[in-house]
């Protein structure tokens, strides 16, 4: 009862609650039903609002409601002008659960009614996630899939299952290479964009433009660690820089400013590269943008990306840290910005190209926080990914953008007992287990949160860095592979409901957008007329 009172901001009344319940369950079961809520009322109307939720108009009301609005929604069959596609990595079931949850819970709610902004979106599935050779996915295979529309072995990123971890020849095999939906909207002139707060060179977003058979080749000193030829194998940031079609790409937001200098070289904050080819391909980058005499932007602070002008700038380049961006609920330098600023300058930067646009916008923090078992920052950097989506939302036309938001895949966090109804998320879930110890409401199956059972009251859960318990002791939890949302809004959304493989995702985008060479709507028009 401690750690409830630690893990819960209305301690007194949840006591209540758990000390009322238990007496209920325990009593004699002819106790009049009508007396027992009489004696919750009070205390359920103080947590809820009000009274309602105990009566069966509410609920048959609120169904109503949703139905109807079910019924009046029209399916969008026009050309999809924009496409932006936000990949919450790592962003499970549970996890999209308990940040539901934690949201309504920092606004003094209960929490379990809450509503994350994509998940107002008219139109769900699910999306198998396994590659090739794993039944569990990682980053890499997953980006293939979902941005290329085939699915890969682990470890590689935009090139086939032909393709095996550390093949520099194979992946230089055209045959072998796998292009993206963000290659296909450029083939027909769209505006194209990438977002993240990881390192931009990063599995998830280097699926949008690289061939690489190792995800860790992110800059050239990592493909001789690997001992193969870094003269000979093309590394992620140098894909980005010199390769079609990464060098086309109009707005780059994320991390990883060391993967583009030299170790010789300082960056802006004073830090140091991480390449030994001598290169700067941030130089290189805005060298490449004069000679196209294109109006260009290089930034690195808060400050100097949201004093870009959008309406003039024609390519982005913004590089926040030297490494990955901080956590949000870590940051307080006010210098890095957040996903939902970098989402609304990336739109605003794109739109202005009549022929539309492809936006990739990772959560990528979300996978990094759970590899920690840190279920605390896993669930904030999931509101802050909701956040952007509602940025999107609030400055795009639905009736012109198709916005998909998916995972690539899924982590290992349960959320399971029989916590009371408003409960801490981060909290307590039973009093005690056969073995008399509590048990958390979130779990790991493996990972670093793992110890032997003992008094979990004793531990402060609401700190931000707590490692939430773990089954089997790992250096670093993993994915898990059950199968990820898939949440959809505008044209042609109804077309991402129901359950699916994950390489389906970017022909259905393609469909809708006309890109690709694939069975899209404009060619199903060309062959009516």
Not at 465 to 492: I, K, Q
């Amino acid at each position: 009862m401690t750690s409830l009172a630690r893990g819960s901001p209305w301690a007194l009344v949840l006591f209540l609650l758990s000390a009322t319940w238990s007496k209920s369950v325990s009593a004699d079961s002819s106790e009049d039903d009508r007396e027992h809520w009489a004696h919750l009322h009070p205390m359920l109307e103080k947590r809820l609002g009000s009274t309602k939720q105990l009566d069966s108009d509410h609920w048959t009301s609120d169904a109503q409601n949703i139905l109807k609005h079910k019924l009046e929604k029209p399916l969008l069959k026009g050309k999809a002008k924009n496409v932006i596609m936000f990949l919450g990595d790592g962003m499970s079931i549970p996890t999209l659960t308990a940040a539901r949850i934690y949201l309504g819970q920092s606004q003094e709610h209960t929490g379990e009614e809450s509503v994350l902004s994509f998940e107002k979106f008219p139109y769900a599935g699910f999306s198998k996630t396994y590659c090739v050779d794993r039944q569990v996915a990682d980053s890499a295979c997953s980006a293939t899939a979902y941005l290329g529309g085939v699915k890969a072995n682990m470890g590689t990123i935009g090139v086939t299952a032909r393709v095996k971890v550390n093949d520099c020849a194979g992946m230089k095999n055209v045959s072998n290479q796998v292009t993206s939906i963000l290659q296909w909207s450029q083939d027909v002139g769209k505006a194209t964009g990438v977002v993240t707060t990881t390192r931009i060179t990063h599995a998830s977003p280097a699926g949008t433009y690289a061939y690489i058979a190792n995800r860790d080749w992110e800059n050239d000193a990592q493909i001789t660690s690997s001992k193969q030829n870094s003269a000979a194998c093309d590394d992620i940031a140098e894909q980005l820089i010199r390769n079609n079609p990464g060098k086309n790409v109009q707005v780059i937001l994320g991390g990883g400013r060391k993967q583009f200098r030299s170790k010789s070289a300082t960056d802006e904050e004073g830090t140091r590269g991480s390449r030994t080819d001598n290169a700067d391909l941030i130089a290189e980058w805005k060298a490449d943008k004069k000679n196209r005499r294109a109006n260009y932007k290089y930034v690195w602070n808060k400050q100097q990306l949201l004093a870009v002008d959008t309406n003039k700038t024609e390519f982005l380049l913004g590089l926040f840290n030297r490494d990955h961006l901080p956590y949000r609920m870590h940051d307080s330098s006010g210098v890095v910005p957040s996903l939902e600023e970098m989402t609304r300058v990336a739109i605003r930067t794109l739109s202005k190209d009549p022929e539309g646009y492809f936006l990739f916008i990772e959560g990528g923090r979300i996978d990094h926080a759970h590899h920690s078992t840190k279920a605390h920052l896993a669930l904030d950097e999931t509101v802050e990914f909701s956040k952007a989506i509602q940025a999107a939302v609030d400055i795009t036309d639905e009736d012109e953008t198709l916005i998909v938001v998916t995972a690539d895949h899924a982590h290992t966090m349960s959320f399971s007992g029989y916590p009371k109804r408003g409960n801490s998320i981060f909290g307590i879930a039973g009093i005690s287990g056969i073995d008399g110890l509590p048990y958390a409401t979130l779990n790991y199956a493996n990972g670093k949160g793992y110890n032997p059972r003992y008094d979990l009251s004793k531990d402060n859960m609401r700190d931000a860095n707590y490692r939430f318990p773990a089954t089997a002791p790992l250096s670093s939890e993993t994915h898990g592979g059950d199968d990820v949302a898939v949440f959809a809004r505008g044209p042609w959304s109804h077309l991402f409901s129901g359950s699916f493989e994950q390489n389906y995702i970017p022909h259905a985008m393609a469909y809708a957008s006309c890109v690709g060479s694939g069975y899209t709507l404009c060619k199903e028009k060309q062959l009516l007329t």
